[in-house]
């Protein structure tokens, strides 16, 4: 199991960017799938990308696509979410989870972290 921390959230205005970080504890780092997830008020927590363990796949919720990277630095036990283009519909706190399955990571399963906060002012 590994023990997850979020950090880069902040406040936005439409159109600008963010990176988010979700740092990992933890030797088996570079096994593990790993994903992000978001969370606004009022609504269910929702997948926005994943990526494998080596980094050669990722995945992207239809809402993202295009303007979200999803990348990781194993050798930093850190993976990484670049968010461009930001939209107020894109306000939540942004979790980061980890499982060697990556079937388990997309759909929401594994070791999670605390979050971090996203606003986006219109």
Do not use: H
Request: charged share 15%; glycine share 14%; aromatic share 12%.
């Amino acid at each position: 199991q590994v023990q997850l921390v979020e950090s880069g959230g902040g406040l936005v205005q439409t159109g600008g960017s963010l990176r988010l970080s979700c740092a990992a504890s933890g030797r088996t780092f570079s096994s593990y799938g790993m994903g992000w997830f978001r969370q606004a008020p009022g609504k269910e927590r929702e997948f926005v990308a994943a990526i494998s363990w080596g980094g050669g796949s990722t995945y992207y919720a239809d809402s993202v696509e295009g303007r979200f990277t999803i990348s990781r630095d194993n050798a930093k036990n850190t993976v990484y979410l670049e968010m461009n283009s930001l939209k107020p519909e894109d306000t939540a706190v942004y979790y980061c989870n980890a499982d060697p399955d990556m079937t388990a990571v997309v759909r929401g399963f594994g070791s999670w972290g605390q979050g971090t906060q996203v606003t986006v002012s219109s």
